[in-house]
């Protein structure tokens, strides 16, 4: 029988309660195919810069290296917040554990509900269906780790900073299968994003991309568009895209207005792929929610898991192989909303459930 | 009597439509005042390229060079469309004419009257009195114009790509007076937007804003924001913002974005001021419409003159001293607008008029 060794880092705010939610239901998923959980909690974050003084110990470096999947809460809050942006929890645990498993593809779906659609920004008549995309995001290259990346002072007593944004082709060849092998799995169409018309680096995305699909995936429609462009469709008609697909700091800014745009962070999940295979013989990577940590609201009993539990699921199906289940929980989950069991995040009006009760819900629904 | 003497650049599509319209309205709102306008035209983007060669040819630099500003209409369509990314018209036209004339500050209305909130992809519950908030954008810094900028061949044969992003003290101090200057006429807030937690360029950006701004203007409220949050921001709430600024790329981003949010592309008016100051001892500028040429409606005197009138009235305000006269202009189109005076694109079911008719209101109103 199979066991799935995984490293949990639950991190600071509602990151605990919702972790022990995706637990549970994950562990209730896969007991019917005789299948066993071993894994292994650590700190990280501000709980890790507070027991241990950094917010990614070599200690939970560790527990990680020994699994074949880390499944992330979420870092950060208020005690934290006045430490220098280096410094804080989010991006001191986040990019080097990206660095240290070479986890260069983020997928995000872009997922809501038509039963959710009050919860989007948008007006209602412009997502009647609700909204379902997939934005691919390097996470390795670009801007992030580009050399030089430094200050310095120029003769005339002024500061001059500078960041490098680099890539190379095999850098862009690699993502571009992710969001190939996503667009095969969905609608077949890609949107490679960019900003050819100024970066030399998008000049080569663009470039590396178009030869990547006419010579590997004819088969699926590849279209480019520049990043600026990008922002605005993702507010004004989001489903006109089936897959995104774009460069770290593009990514970053798109996922996270793809994110607003799809209503509620509550129940947004995203996966990060790394290059090297696991013991399963998939891909090693991190599973997390997009939100944060909401300080507001934690030790409340009342945080959507949601967004947790599906993390949960892209890790069975991306690191582990086990799709079906991970079709069950999120089929689950859409049938728990459906049927109006919602935590208060997504409740407009209906009556608001706690955490606990939304694990219950979703189990009974597996 | 006063002489503006300003370049007018129409370019393509509905460029020269509108273009037409705004020069009417500026005749009309100057005249009472005793003034003379003189300026002179020249081709500029796509029709520059069929006639001259090139999207920018010298004698329309030259023409620019002999003024004191430029009034801008938009430039490209499908006819130039499948040039190379860097010699499309928008991007050759507009990146020499911001280096030539160190067009550093780009100031964005986001601007959405409460009568047109059907025109906003946003639910109209989340802007019910419109929008009014303005970006501030550096523009001839960062990553736009750092070096190197280049590709080159690795050992193993592959490419890589490389692009520079660079700041200096100095660079960063004269656009945060524009946005202090801004904010000083508006709400009095300001919030600089970065990526301080991964860019050592944000880093140096936050802290010369944050030391200018306690110096300089203590009574504004100053506030940071990273660029991710300030995508998602301003899709959920844009008027939480009074006035965000940012540098060249991040700007390019979130200004799209909140012009999409802002509901009708044909409204958006925008100021690219210089260094330099003119005969009159204002800033040199150009302004344009912050949409493009709309290739589908050229020629069929439906397209809104609004944006480019707007862009005349930031003209006179800016580079000519001549803010109540810019101010009337800007009243009259509200009141067009209020009294269901309408092109296409923002009638909504309502009667709509063409391009002249709209130009006839405008002057009426003044
Ligand atoms: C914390 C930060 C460094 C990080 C990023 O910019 O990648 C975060 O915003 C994210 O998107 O995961
Ligand atoms: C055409 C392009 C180079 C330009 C830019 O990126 O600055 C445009 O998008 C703009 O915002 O004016």
């Not at 799935?4 to 994950?26: H, Q, R, T």
């Not at 700190?43 to 074949?68: E, M, Q, R, W, Y």
């Not at 593009?250 to 745009?261: Q, R």
């Amino acid at each position: 029988s199979k066991t799935l060794k995984f490293a949990v880092l639950p991190g600071d705010g509602i990151g605990p309660e919702v972790m022990n939610v995706a637990l549970k239901v994950l562990e209730a998923a896969t007991k019917p195919s005789g299948i066993t959980l071993e894994y292994e909690s650590a700190d990280v974050g501000g709980i890790a810069i507070d027991n241990h003084g950094v917010a990614l110990p070599d200690s939970t470096l560790d527990v990680c290296k020994a699994s074949d999947a880390i499944l992330f809460g979420s870092v950060g809050g208020p005690k934290w917040e006045n430490l220098p942006p280096k410094e804080q929890p989010e991006r001191a645990a986040l990019l080097p554990i990206r660095k240290a498993f070479s986890l260069f593809a983020n997928v995000r779906p872009g997922l809501l509900f038509k039963e959710l659609v009050d919860a989007s920004p948008l007006k209602t008549e412009r997502i009647p269906d609700g909204i379902d995309i997939v934005c691919i995001r390097e996470l390795t290259g670009g801007i992030y780790f580009g050399q030089p990346k430094e200050t310095r002072e120029l003769e005339n007593g002024e500061l001059e900073a500078i960041d490098t944004m680099v890539y190379k082709t095999s850098e862009i060849e690699r993502i571009a299968e992710v969001a190939a092998q996503t667009a095969l799995g969905r609608g077949k169409r890609v949107c490679s994003v960019d900003k050819a018309n100024v970066l030399e680096t998008s000049v080569l995305w663009r470039k590396t991309v178009t030869a990547f699909f006419e010579e590997k995936y004819p088969e699926l429609e590849l279209s480019h568009m520049y990043v600026d462009n990008a922002a605005m469709q993702l507010a004004r008609d989001p489903n006109q895209f089936d897959v995104l697909f774009t460069e770290n700091m593009f990514g970053d800014i798109l996922s996270d207005e793809m994110a607003v745009i799809c209503g509620s962070m509550g129940m947004m999940s995203s996966a990060s792929l790394g290059t090297a295979k696991n013991g399963h013989g998939q891909p090693f990577g991190l599973y997390e929610p997009a939100g944060g940590t909401a300080p507001d609201i934690a030790g409340q009993g009342v945080a959507n898991p949601c967004a947790q539990v599906l993390s949960g699921a892209m890790m069975l199906r991306f690191s582990f192989g086990l799709g079906d289940i991970a079709d069950r929980i999120e089929a689950a989950i859409k049938s728990a909303v459906q049927n109006d069991i919602r935590t208060g995040d997504i409740a407009f009006g209906k009556k608001a459930i706690g955490t606990e009760a939304m694990c219950d819900a979703i189990i009974e629904r597996l």
